[in-house]
């Protein structure tokens, strides 16, 4: 297998946020949300709603980071001073320069605060500039406006949906995904900048 060039200290962090890799003990730092905001994992597969949830949430994320597939951050929102939630790359293929970036959650408090792009920015510029990454990939349940909105308006293009793609916790239905990706050529020729002006 080929080495990861996720370190275990990486840090990525601006003015207004710190995303440092996710821990055991962040259970404590994200409790507050997982126990007050159900809601936040409306259309997720994997809830951390609720304590053993949030518990079972990260050590499976942590689990798959030790096998370099997937590596998870933590959000520190610098203008609170608190934990805002979480993120991270999965589906981690060195050999073909491809990523998804996803599985992120806020607090109700920290959406629309604009933490999100600059979460974004990091992480995207950390994937083409650092990890050399071609592609980067989104994916999102195609009823979920608000997380749809938020790609597409950091620069992500839409590349079609996958129908019945997934059960959802609701055993009868099946969801659809919609995919979106943003390419290494377009995140030097224009995302980063009008990423970076929307700061």
């Not at 890799?21 to 997720?44: A, C, R």
């Not at 629309?112 to 050399?132: M, P, R, S, V």
């Not at 990939?137 to 996958?162: P, Y």
């Amino acid at each position: 297998m080929t080495t990861s060039p996720f370190i275990q200290d990486t840090i990525l962090e601006d003015e207004m946020v710190l995303l440092r890799p996710l821990q055991i003990t962040d259970v404590n730092n994200l409790l507050d949300i997982s126990l007050h905001e159900p809601e936040t994992w409306e259309y997720s597969l994997v809830r951390a709603n609720g304590k053993e949830n949030l518990e079972n949430y990260i050590q499976l994320a942590i689990k798959n980071k030790e096998n370099q597939t997937e590596f998870p951050f933590i959000v520190f929102d610098k203008n609170s001073q608190k934990y805002a939630g979480s993120t991270r790359f999965y589906d981690i293929n060195l050999e073909f320069k491809t990523l998804q970036l996803g599985y992120t959650w806020y607090g109700k408090d920290f959406r629309g605060t604009g933490l999100n792009k600059h979460c974004k920015f990091l992480l995207l510029q950390f994937a083409f500039e650092t990890l050399g990454m071609e592609r980067v990939e989104f994916r999102a349940d195609n009823n979920n406006q608000r997380s749809i909105a938020a790609m597409k308006s950091i620069g992500c293009k839409i590349e079609g949906v996958l129908r019945s793609h997934m059960p959802t916790l609701d055993s009868d239905i099946r969801r659809d995904s919609i995919v979106l990706s943003i390419l290494k050529k377009e995140w030097f020729d224009e995302v980063k900048e009008n990423l970076k002006r929307k700061l």
